[in-house]
């Protein structure tokens, strides 16, 4: 299955200078190969050595058996049955993005990418988990904050993420 341009709704905080709308895209294309290529067969895994660091640093918060993105991007668990389609992209500090998603109720996950000169260098990742992000440098309330129909589904954790 191919994420078209049309299922990820992307959202954009920059400061509209051309670098960084242009750092911003190339981010984008590259946190985008890692979801394509996890949704494709086998062989893929090229692809993603050439984007995801060999040091990532990784952050998760969720229930235990819900690893789903480490699994997958260690090579732990090769099994098609979780499948990760954004829904919600969004841009944030230049090198950050986040990126939104869900598929029944007790599939929703939120990841923050950090990407430096090509490469994915840390992931935040949080399963069935409500964020709310928050800017250390600006005195903005909130920068972004998961989709509100989530709360609906259930009784979820909420936590805020400083940036």
């Known amino acids: 299955m191919k994420i078209s341009q049309n299922e990820i709704v992307e959202e954009n905080v920059s400061n509209d200078t051309p670098t960084d709308s242009d750092d911003e895209n190339h981010n984008r294309r590259v946190v985008k190969v890692v979801y394509k290529a996890l949704l494709r067969d086998s062989g893929e895994t090229e692809k993603l050595s050439k984007v995801v660091g060999k040091e990532l640093e990784w952050r998760y918060h969720g229930p235990p058996h819900c690893q789903h993105m480490m699994k997958k991007l260690t090579g732990e668990s090769t099994q098609r049955s979780f499948k990760f389609r954004p829904r919600r992209m969004r ?73």
């Open 91 to 163: 841009s944030v500090k230049g090198d950050r993005l986040i990126v939104e998603g869900w598929e029944d109720v007790g599939e929703y996950w939120v990841h923050v990418w950090r990407v430096k000169d090509g490469i994915i260098t840390q992931l935040r990742e949080y399963f069935n988990t409500l964020l709310t992000v928050v800017s250390e440098e600006s005195n903005e309330v909130r920068v972004w904050r998961s989709t509100p129909w989530a709360r609906v589904q259930g009784s979820l954790p909420d936590l805020v993420l400083s940036i």
